[in-house]
């Protein structure tokens, strides 16, 4: 077989065994072409790349900065002060078991993530489910790829703001640590909307927006000098410092509501964080 036949039965595979992809520009259902998607509407082409479908590698805005930090040496480093927040609330498990919590208890669920990082709690669902992640970084797609090797799961490189799936797809949607700094958090969100199945449970969670005011140098009217530690210290970088410090007083339950009428607004991690739990109107 040569290499393009052999390339273009692996993108066959890749699309037909979970037939939920779809062209983000017009919503066309994607096909096998050589290594690549292409739309059968518009037949715009997307690469496959390494078992990851390639819908957009370069964004701006917030996304553009977020995908910078994660894509930078800065995120090893920052690492560490994650890594403590979740020791400082009983370790990692359990701290995130706070929001997983929140999803179905049933086999063979279709779940989709949104903002999948590096899968690092891959490990704790049930090994039947089926999942799809997507998220703007690519280093952390392939270290997410790595670990969930023998799982049933399928990943893309897109903003959360257009998703590249068919409505009403999943059984249950998850999202970690991204949602406050999204281009457009209302658009990701009815983006989840669309394509959960009427009545799947929506689970968003982050830190708190206004975080930082319960630093010293807020509470003394010094924010400059708590922007020098998350920055430099703590190694977050002046760029998403400073997008922090922008979107500190998001009103999340507002904006959900909007989206969610029966979202509920639960504090998580001793205060640190949230998780945001709703379902999928069935309009």
Known sequence: ????????????????????????????????????AECA?????????????????????????????????LWPK???????????????????????????????LDLLDVAIGDGVYLDWLPKDWRIAGVDISR??????????????????????ETLPLADRQFDAVLSIGAFNYFNNPEAALREMVRVARPGAPIVVSDEMPNLTD???????GFPAFDRW????????????????????????????????PDAEFLPVWRGVGYVLVGHAPAE
């Open 139 to 160: 280093s952390q797609l392939d270290a997410c790829r790595r670990r969930a090797e023998g799982r049933d799961i399928r990943l893309a490189q897109c903003e959360a």
């Open 41 to 73: 509407g518009c037949h715009a082409r997307y690469r496959i790349e390494d078992g990851i479908l390639v819908i957009k590698d370069h964004t701006d805005d917030n996304n553009g900065v977020a995908q910078q930090f994660y894509d930078s040496p």
């Open 214 to 220: 319960r630093m010293i140098g807020h509470k003394l």
């Open 78 to 108: 920052f690492r560490f002060w994650e890594k403590f927040t979740w020791f400082c609330n009983g370790g990692e498990r359990r701290a995130r078991n706070a929001v997983l919590r929140h999803l179905p208890e049933r086999p063979r």
């Open 229 to 260: 530690i998350v920055s430099r210290l703590m190694n977050l970088g002046d760029a998403f410092t400073e997008m922090v410090e922008r979107y500190r007083d998001l009103d999340v339950l507002t904006l959900a509501k909007k989206v969610i």
């Open 1 to 36: 077989m040569s290499t393009v036949s052999r390339e273009t039965s692996e993108a066959t595979r890749w699309l037909e065994s979970w037939d939920i992809w779809r062209c983000p520009a017009c919503l066309g259902p994607l096909g096998a072409s050589e290594s690549a």
